[in-house]
């Protein structure tokens, strides 16, 4: 069955390609195509499109085709084109000529777009709550280990100590600022596409507030034409917010690659979190945080894929937008799942002791003799020049003595400041109005 069929049928192989694996992917939309049925029921009955009776026998058959969808065990028939379509045949089958009338006043677009927009709300919502334990283990980990040194590099070459409390605290700010690009991408998200229908709004006198309400939506997408064009931008800021995300586990990865080599031999983990090789007995390898890297540099290129599958695209709809989903749907649990590993592996991290009193980091304390000199009152150029010096002919007298106090330096990391920078930023989303109109649309 075809929503848009008259009576010609299309040929079998224009719709195997059109269709593609469109399915699979509507299957993930499934659930929030039954909410926008609800709330688009409800509206209906407001401005007589639908009799209160019609209206609630239609709420009725969706709230239970709700609950198989929300359980993962709705299908779309061998027959049926799309989700939409087979909602719509479900409640066509359930309540005859009633069933038919859900359609009125919209199009399959602007059904395509609130979907999609709820959708991406809910996967928003899904990585934000899987960020926050991460956050909250990186910021326990930089108070533990925040008196144990480790050098600093720049260039990869030795620069200046640094300390695991710094690293995890470090980590644990990125996340503040991805949850910022986060935020910011549910708030595009977060507005009411319904009723622009084919991208040019309806003849019908509908109420696209009301929707906008029963939704939990923030605002709407008022401009119709501007609702339509939102389709593959929403997705494309998304992905952005995405990709700074994964930009920080994959720099944290390649960070543990690095400090579990053995010429580094900063961590270990226990031998049931690494691997080993067929031939090489020695081995551990740091295989999660390789694949964390892999499938996050992946994500990272997200945001250009999406960009150049909608470059030059006029306004209005077009079907090379279908495409979207098989790109950017699996990279939300893609990326939930390198959360849980990172997550898995750095609870159960090892951090060797004492790493700086090896004589090879000594070097990495000439900063720190230089800054003495300054604060006995040489002048710094010449603190410098002195340094460096005593550092070529083989005179440099190493001192570990590390004095950092200023704001999130080693010895004040402003973990306080950081969690509370979180926090503001945790409530800035409002999950919870959205949950109570969700709420109140499933039971009322």
């Given at each position: 069955?075809?929503?848009?069929?008259?009576?010609?049928?299309v040929s079998a192989a224009v719709e195997k390609f059109t269709v593609g694996k469109d399915k699979e992917f509507d299957l993930m939309l499934a659930p929030f195509d039954v909410l926008g049925n609800i709330a688009?029921?409800?509206?209906?009955?407001?401005?007589?499109?639908?009799?209160n009776d019609e209206a609630d026998a239609l709420v009725k058959?969706?709230?239970?085709?709700?609950?198989?969808?929300?359980?993962?065990?709705?299908?779309?028939?061998?027959?049926?084109?799309?989700?939409?379509?087979?909602?719509?045949f479900l409640l066509t089958n359930a309540l005859g000529d009633t069933g038919k009338k859900i359609h009125?006043?919209?199009?399959?677009?602007?059904?395509?777009?609130?979907?999609?927009?709820?959708?991406?709300?809910?996967?928003?919502?899904?990585?934000?709550?899987a960020v926050q334990p991460f956050f909250e283990l990186l910021i326990a980990q930089s108070e533990k280990y925040k008196s144990d040194l480790l050098p600093?590099?720049?260039?990869?070459?030795?620069?200046?100590?640094?300390?695991?409390?710094?690293?995890?605290?470090?980590?644990?700010?990125?996340?503040?600022?991805?949850?910022?690009?986060?935020?910011?991408?549910?708030?595009?998200?977060?507005?009411n596409p319904l009723g622009s229908a084919a991208g040019y709004g309806s003849s019908f006198p509908i109420n696209r507030t009301l929707t906008t309400e029963l939704l939990g939506f923030a605002d709407l997408n008022y401009n119709v034409v501007y609702a339509q064009m939102g389709r593959g931008k929403a997705e494309r800021i998304t992905?952005?917010?995405?990709?700074?995300?994964?930009?920080?586990?994959?720099?944290?990865?390649?960070?543990?690659?690095?400090?579990?080599?053995?010429?580094?031999?900063?961590?270990?983990?226990?031998?049931?979190?690494?691997?080993?090789?067929?031939?090489?007995?020695?081995?551990k390898n740091p295989d999660v945080f390789e694949l964390i890297r892999s499938h996050c540099n992946r994500i990272k290129a997200l945001p250009n894929e999406i960009s150049m599958m909608t470059t030059n695209l006029p306004s209005g709809y077009h079907r090379d937008l279908q495409l979207l989903k098989e790109h950017l749907f699996p990279a939300f649990q893609t990326l939930k799942d390198c959360l849980s590993m990172a997550h898995l592996m750095l609870e159960?991290?090892?951090?060797?002791?004492?790493?700086?009193?090896?004589?090879?980091?000594?070097?990495?304390?000439?900063?720190?003799?230089?800054?003495?000199?300054?604060?006995?009152?040489?002048?710094?150029?010449?603190?410098?020049?002195?340094?460096?010096?005593?550092?070529?002919?083989?005179?440099?007298?190493?001192?570990?003595?590390?004095?950092?106090?200023?704001?999130?330096?080693?010895?004040?990391l402003c973990?306080?400041?950081?969690?509370?920078?979180?926090?503001?930023?945790?409530?800035?989303?409002?999950?919870?109005?959205?949950?109570?109109?969700?709420?109140?649309?499933?039971?009322?």
């Open positions: 069955m075809k929503l848009w069929q008259k009576n010609t049928t688009h029921a409800k509206m209906l009955a407001t401005v007589g499109l639908l009799t058959e969706l709230r239970a085709i709700y609950s198989i969808a929300a359980a993962g065990e709705l299908t779309i028939a061998d027959s049926v084109e799309d989700i939409h379509s087979q909602v719509e009125s006043a919209r199009s399959r677009n602007d059904q395509v777009l609130v979907d999609i927009k709820l959708f991406l709300r809910n996967e928003i919502e899904e990585l934000v709550t600093g590099y720049t260039h990869l070459q030795l620069a200046m100590p640094s300390s695991f409390g710094l690293w995890f605290g470090a980590y644990a700010e990125s996340l503040v600022d991805d949850l910022i690009t986060l935020q910011s991408a549910y708030q595009v998200v977060n507005k992905a952005q917010a995405m990709a700074n995300l994964a930009e920080t586990l994959a720099r944290l990865s390649m960070d543990m690659c690095l400090y579990l080599n053995q010429n580094f031999d900063f961590v270990s983990f226990p031998a049931e979190l690494t691997t080993g090789s067929s031939i090489m007995p020695h081995k159960n991290i090892s951090v060797k002791q004492n790493i700086m009193q090896d004589p090879k980091y000594k070097y990495a304390f000439s900063v720190e003799a230089v800054n003495k000199l300054v604060l006995e009152g040489l002048p710094f150029r010449d603190a410098y020049k002195k340094v460096g010096l005593d550092i070529e002919s083989g005179n440099f007298e190493i001192s570990s003595d590390v004095q950092h106090v200023h704001e999130g330096t080693i010895g004040n973990n306080d400041q950081i969690e509370k920078m979180m926090q503001q930023v945790l409530a800035k989303f409002e999950f919870e109005k959205v949950h109570q109109a969700i709420e109140q649309l499933i039971n009322t």
